[in-house]
């Protein structure tokens, strides 16, 4: 069956000539004007691939990719933008798309492109990503990143720190990439990302809680959440849920000693922690989370089946 | 900006003095909500958005809102300092959303500094 | 001494000095000099009195008389009228308003009445994000002064005469080390400030950064002219999104305005600034450590000399100071040397912002004249220890400090003061610690800060603080013999003598002033197994006093392993086997009832010291 792909672009000049590429390539291919339109269309039917401009008036790309990644998560997404400014194509990035093609495109670039959206499988277990996992435009900002940074003196951190951003974290192939784009050793890429605590090699879960073990916060009872936390995630320091929802991390004092005991979810601060209040914030961004730590289910299953 | 001269830097201040101070500008009155990293973590942005909904819905413009860094006292943010024309500035502490509606209500409005939410009245010493 | 017979307190608050507080004061004293009153009229600068609006004011002790809306022109006259003839001057008397309210006065309170802002001059009353906020509170005058009618050594005499010591930790002093980088020769030289507070418990650098960024980059220009730098890099820990958030908004205003990059304000020299994000490792505070960051290779020190003055940042003369230390020295370039001595002591002058946590009530960034005694910030400015409890020790200088007990709180806070009782001034991280604390705990708390951010290429550092880390380790659950003090404060010693940096010439800091001052808590848990705060969880024994519990149910509903039983109105009872020794109950009891007592304690809690007694016979 031929895939179905849906393109969103308020040029109808675009949407035309993408049909033509892409259907003479044997894919089902609709195309809206808006991002409202594009948004019933999902709504109604299934489709295996979106391809969206960024710049639209009323609902923008980044509104359409952030409302189909909540609503249908395994739909692909492409975009296709005029204006690559590296902002948004970083928060598209965040969203995840896999790709992005510049306006105006050259029919083999966008077929190429569009195949291998296709073709590219998301990876169930994150901690197993290859090269080949990691989508394209991704390695396609980061090369671009190598390259800006290439004549700089002393570039390999803030390499490190952006190519973070992007991809999460720094497997040994990113770590390849970037020695060989600024011609430093792979040794000496690890050397570095091995020293600093803020880089880290293994994939973290979608909201990053760091707890701050500095001294107020020591003596305000900060260990006491710490465990609480562990044991309700039930991973240790420097670990990811397995439903890879939650990264806990312990750093050395956040600056926030006002507020202690404090954590940090993402970029949001948390101040006065208590056990129970780390639960409640950690609620927030799972709903289905109970707090409950692995002894309290079993006994709450033990009850159950009593 | 334009590139700056030396004695551009006193023309901004003046000018900036006439234009963002209350007797020269023209205002009745100034808040400053505190937004450093505690303050914003404490809540700060709800009482800025709740302050903001406020005047907008009295529909008054002679009201400056700004905001500023920490003030110190972490352990009571969020804080805001509402300053009247021709009286000395007043603190206000643990605020929430509620508690600026009320300060705008009596402070800012009618002029009478609200005392249970105030933490002190006057600026900090500098020499 | 003459007998002052009157003082003139004149309002130092922000709202009178903006209107003009330092010229009426210096036109008052040459006045009172021209008239040969001097001696017997003393100008007193106060907190502020509530009159912001009719600033500047001042009141006349003992006449009770305030005048207001002060001007430099008023002054012949007032002295004239009011100190010569005895005749208060009508003019500019004050009228009381009628209506006062019951909100208290900053002078009234005292977490405001002993502070002093000069690094924090602009904290509350200016948007950061706004370049023409800081201008208008006389902002990069200094810079304008010091590029315009300040030779190099004009800018390096005022700061060497005022006294002002780095504010990161060490003290050098900063005219100093700009001395020493301007008489360098080089075509390159770096001007840098260093951004990454790794002190934990220290917070003042991020809130300047993030309350005032204006402030560090105008003493970075000044600072780049004294030593002739045309570059620099502001290195901030990239823990602090908002700081790098402002400081890059700051950094690009500046450079739009001309007073970063080619020919700023048009006077021919030239400052291009750079943020460089660290990358979490406390060692990257260590000067050569942090320039071997930048460079983008492993933060690790290097042995000095050579001193970054003649070969730092890629090889090239440099100079780091601290954020606090960049922000003093706009004010002392417009206002001088003297005025910049006028607080603090003879060897500590000026101020100095402390992080005040922990166990204080009123928990803050706070800045303070040095000099004044440890008790008044705690006490005071920190408004006393919270919950009622009881004061232990303050903790000063983070993991290189250490701990300061109660009966040495009269210590001024100076350089040479802090550092006699063991601690340092540090940062300013000042964390106070009540009853609640295990002070063996604390140790090892810093301990195992340094041991996981030592960077291993010493071994002193990287083996010793291990095996102090373990010693600690043991000591806290109980497996510690009584010769482990000893062992501690030997081994302390030699890895302060035979450390690469800073980190390990500090590292034993906590322990060895824990020993100091605390050494009974260390032999109750080596000796009686007892952690007498109820924190080391193996050295502890909770019991319920049948004769002070209530029965009120308070712990019984608070215990997290369901380990206490009772009745209401009952004595309660902690069942040992469930009990995870986390105190959970113990802060619960209102009445005190619930015991810390020595690990695998049985029996009456009355019978301790007999059960100690025959311990004690049986050691021996």
Not at chain 3, 118 to 136: A, F, H, M, Q, T
Not at chain 3, 162 to 177: D, I, V
Request: aromatic content about 6%; some cysteine; proline content about 5%.
């Amino acid at each position: 069956m031929a895939a179905k792909i849906l393109v969103v672009d308020d040029e109808i000049i675009a949407i035309r000539s993408a049909e033509r590429v892409l259907r003479s390539e044997g894919y089902d291919v609709e195309g809206v004007l808006s991002g409202r339109e594009a948004m019933l269309k999902l709504e109604q039917n299934n489709y295996d691939l979106v391809l969206t401009d960024l710049k639209m008036p009323e609902v923008d790309g980044i509104t359409l990719i952030r409302w189909l990644r909540n609503v249908k998560p395994s739909i692909r997404i492409v975009v296709i933008t005029g204006y690559p400014s590296q902002e948004t194509i970083k928060e598209a990035l965040e969203l995840g798309i896999i790709d992005y093609v510049p306006k105006p495109f050259t029919p083999a670039v966008l077929s190429d492109v569009t195949q291998r959206a296709l073709e590219w499988r998301k990876c169930g277990c994150e901690a197993e990503k290859s090269k080949e996992e990691i989508p394209p435009a991704m390695l396609s900002e980061l090369d671009r990143v190598v390259k800006e940074y290439k004549n700089k003196p002393g570039s390999l951190i803030p390499v490190l720190q952006r190519a973070q951003e992007i991809v999460g974290y720094l497997p040994p192939f990113i770590q390849k990439r970037i020695g060989k784009g600024l011609n430093i050793s792979p040794a000496e890429v690890h050397s570095v990302v091995s020293f600093y605590s803020f880089f880290t090699m293994k994939p973290r879960g979608d909201h990053n809680i760091r707890v701050c073990l500095g001294t107020a916060c020591y003596v305000r009872g900060i260990e006491g959440v710490l465990e609480k936390i562990k044991d309700s995630l039930k991973i240790n320091i420097g670990d990811t849920t397995e439903n890879k929802k939650f990264s806990l991390e312990a750093v050395r004092c956040l600056g926030a000693c006002g507020l202690a005991p404090v954590m940090v979810v993402d970029q949001d601060t948390y101040g006065a922690m208590t056990p129970k209040k780390a639960m409640e914030v950690i609620g927030q961004y799972d709903p289905s989370f109970t707090g409950a730590t692995a002894k309290e289910e079993a006994e709450r299953q033990l009850n159950k089946e009593v | 900006m334009p590139r700056l001269t030396v004695g551009d830097l006193q023309k901004i201040k003046e000018k900036h003095k006439a234009e963002f101070t209350l007797r020269e500008g023209g205002y009745r009155a100034k808040v400053t909500v505190h937004m450093g990293t505690c303050g914003i973590a404490a809540g700060a942005r709800e009482v800025m958005t709740a302050l903001l909904d406020e005047i907008a819905n009295a529909g008054i413009d002679d009201v400056i809102v700004t905001t500023s860094g920490c003030a110190g006292l972490c352990a009571r943010e969020p804080l805001a300092t509402v300053e009247i024309i021709n009286a000395p500035p007043v603190k206000y502490c643990d605020l929430n959303a509620e508690k600026i509606k009320e300060i705008f209500r009596e402070h800012i409005m009618a002029g009478n500094p609200v005392e249970k939410y105030a933490l002190v009245v006057g600026c900090e010493t500098m020499y | 001494m003459e007998k002052v017979r009157t003082n003139l307190m004149l309002c130092a608050g922000t709202g009178c000095v903006a209107s003009g507080t330092a010229k009426v004061k210096d036109a008052l004293q040459k006045e009172l000099e021209k008239r040969g009153l001097e001696k017997e009229i003393k100008i007193v600068l106060t907190g502020c009195n509530g009159y912001c609006a009719e600033g500047p004011v001042m009141a006349v002790y003992p006449d009770e008389i305030f005048y207001q809306k002060l001007t430099v022109e008023d002054v012949p006259k007032l002295v004239e009228e009011h100190f010569l003839k005895g005749r208060p001057y009508q003019k500019l008397m004050f009228k009381e308003p009628e209506k006062k309210t019951a909100i208290p006065m900053m002078k009234e309170i005292p977490f405001f009445k002993h502070q002093v802002l000069r690094v924090l001059r602009n904290k509350g009353l200016i948007d950061p994000e706004k370049i023409e906020e800081y201008i208008s509170r006389d902002g990069y005058q200094a810079a304008a002064k010091a590029l315009t009618q300040m030779t190099q050594e004009d800018i390096i005499k005022v700061i060497k005469d005022s006294g002002l010591r780095g504010r990161g930790g060490a003290g050098f002093p900063t005219g100093l080390k700009w001395d020493f980088a301007s008489k360098v020769k080089s075509d390159i030289k770096y001007m840098l400030c260093n951004g990454d507070e790794g002190d934990p418990g220290a917070f003042m650098d991020r809130s300047v950064m993030e309350s005032d960024p204006h402030s560090v980059i105008e003493g970075m220009i000044i600072g780049a002219k004294a030593i002739e730098a045309h570059s620099g890099y502001i290195y901030v820990r990239a823990e602090y999104p908002l700081a790098v958030k402002r400081l890059h908004l700051a950094i690009d205003q500046a450079t739009e305005a001309g007073l970063l990059g080619k020919n700023i304000l048009d006077t021919g020299f030239d400052f291009e600034l750079e943020i460089y994000l660290g990358a979490g490792a406390f060692v990257c505070g260590e000067e050569t450590a942090l320039m071997r960051s930048i460079e983008g290779k492993r933060g690790m020190p290097r042995p000095r000399p050579p001193f970054p003055a003649h070969k730092g940042l890629w090889d090239k003369p440099s100079v780091l100071n601290n954020v606090e230390t960049l922000a003093q020295i706009a004010p002392i370039i417009l206002n001088g040397s003297e005025w910049y001595r006028s607080l603090g002591t003879e060897k500590s002058t000026g101020t100095k912002v402390f992080a005040l946590t922990g166990a204080v009530n009123n928990v803050g960034l706070v800045e303070v004249p040095m000099g004044i005694p440890l008790r008044t910030i705690i006490y005071d400015i920190g408004g006393g220890i919270r919950k009622g409890r009881k004061f232990k020790a303050v903790q000063l200088g983070g993991p290189s400090g250490g701990c300061i007990p109660e009966h040495l709180l009269h210590t001024p806070v100076t350089y040479e003061d802090i550092v006699a009782t063991g601690a340092i001034v540090g940062s300013g991280g000042m964390v106070v610690m009540d009853e609640n604390t295990c002070m063996v705990g604390t140790a090892k708390f810093f301990l195992e800060f340094t041991t996981d951010e030592s960077c291993g290429k010493c071994p002193p550092c990287r083996v010793g603080t291990k095996i102090l880390m373990d010693m600690l380790t043991d000591i806290t659950e109980g497996r510690g013999k009584e010769s482990d003090i000893e062992t501690l404060e030997d081994l302390g010693r030699d890895i302060i003598a035979t450390s690469l940096c800073g980190l390990g010439q500090t590292a034993p800091n906590p322990i060895l002033t824990t020993i100091k001052y605390f050494r009974d808590e260390y032999e109750s848990h080596i000796k009686h197994k007892w952690c007498k705060a109820g924190v080391c969880r193996e050295l502890t024994t909770f019991l319920i006093d049948e004769k002070l519990c209530k029965g009120c149910g308070a712990c019984l509903r608070a215990c997290p392993s369901k380990a206490i039983t009772g009745e209401k109105k009952m004595p309660h009872k902690i069942i040992q086997d469930l009990c995870v020794h986390c105190r959970t109950c113990y802060d619960a009891c209102k009445f005190k009832s619930i015991k810390i007592l020595p690990a695998k304690f049985q029996g009456d809690p009355a019978e301790l010291e007999a059960v100690l007694e025959k311990s004690k016979r049986e050691a021996e």
